[in-house]
């Protein structure tokens, strides 16, 4: 196991570099010269140089790759072009909002998504089984970004329950989190309810059956825990994602989280921000997935890190 987790975190440590390596370049190729862009347009060129030699973009692109690399160990992402203040406090302020807002959403499409799809591979082709299938159509047909909308249309702007945009306590949790969930659970309750269609017909679940163990005991303790190793599969895939949607509805609601801070960075070109919000969000996917791996050891001791028994 020692072995393997070494394995894993090498590897996760290479692709958060190459993810960190394509942006730093891509970055500066697409985003323009962020000196003109803070000096503003009819600046004269004097005050832009003056920009350039303060923000380092006056350097050689490897120049400013060093500079940045070798700040990392000692936790030094710079200093934010837009913002002026260390990109480490932005970030700090910041990642625990996005964290508390995919946690409890990840969260809930999980317990969903398990209780959902059980009810609905129990109960095939009764109105509960036709209500999830509605659910699953709609979630993957609407976009996240239509969902946060409507939702602060309908329950911000007509019924004035809860607050549009911003952050003004727990309350300004509830659109967020219900868009990003309409969005991602439909993914997860398909693959649960796919699966335990077919646990539920195995020759195992009869065999349990028969010594008179209650049904949802069996439903939840045995075929649920069969049917959740493709499960995880998903679910480590499906992270990308959420964090893409947990992003985009931070920008609808004007959240204070890592997404808002994104479109702001990349709009005024500011390159230290962009380069820190990737590898925090790089890491954060990766390390997911090292945890889903983990995993599945627990759901079925069958299998062993690295090799199957």
């Not at 962020?34 to 004269?44: K, N, T």
């Not at 350039?52 to 120049?63: N, V, Y």
């Not at 979630?139 to 004035?160: D, H, K, N, T, Y």
């Not at 991602?184 to 020759?203: F, I, K, Y």
């Amino acid at each position: 196991m020692g072995a393997y987790l070494l394995r894993r975190t090498l590897i996760s440590v290479l692709l958060i570099v190459g993810i960190f390596v394509v942006v730093f370049f891509a970055l500066r190729l697409a985003a323009g010269d962020p000196a003109r862009l803070q000096a503003g347009v009819f600046a004269s060129e004097d005050v832009v140089k003056e920009y350039r030699k303060e923000f380092g973009t006056g350097q050689s692109i490897f120049e400013q790759l060093g500079s940045f690399v070798s700040g990392l160990p000692q936790g030094d992402f710079g200093t934010s072009f837009r913002y002026q203040e260390p990109v480490l406090t932005l970030l700090l302020q910041t990642v625990p909002n996005t964290l508390v807002l995919s946690g409890i959403s990840l969260l809930i499409i999980i317990f969903l998504s398990a209780l959902l799809g059980v009810v609905s591979a129990v109960r095939r082709d009764s109105w509960i089984d036709r209500s999830v299938i509605a659910l699953t159509v709609f979630g993957q047909s609407a976009p996240v970004f239509w969902v946060a909308l409507m939702a602060v249309l309908i329950f911000s702007v007509r019924l004035e329950l809860v607050p549009a945009v911003g952050y003004y306590g727990p309350q300004s949790l509830i659109l967020p989190i219900a868009a990003v969930v309409i969005s991602e659970l439909p993914w997860q309750l398909r693959v649960v309810r796919a699966e335990m269609s077919e646990s539920l017909l195995q020759d195992y679940i009869r065999t349990v059956e028969a010594y008179g163990i209650r049904k949802w005991r069996i439903y939840f303790m045995y075929a649920l825990r069969n049917a959740t190793i493709p499960w995880l599969s998903v679910l480590g895939v499906q992270a990308g994602y959420l964090l893409g949607g947990v992003i985009v509805v931070e920008v609808v609601f004007n959240y204070p989280g890592l997404g808002r801070l994104l479109v702001d960075a990349v709009t005024s070109g500011d390159y230290p921000l962009v380069q820190a919000i990737t590898i925090v969000t790089a890491s954060l996917f990766v390390l997911f997935n090292l945890l889903v791996d983990i995993a599945y050891t627990v759901v079925d001791p069958r299998i062993r890190l690295g090799r199957e028994s």
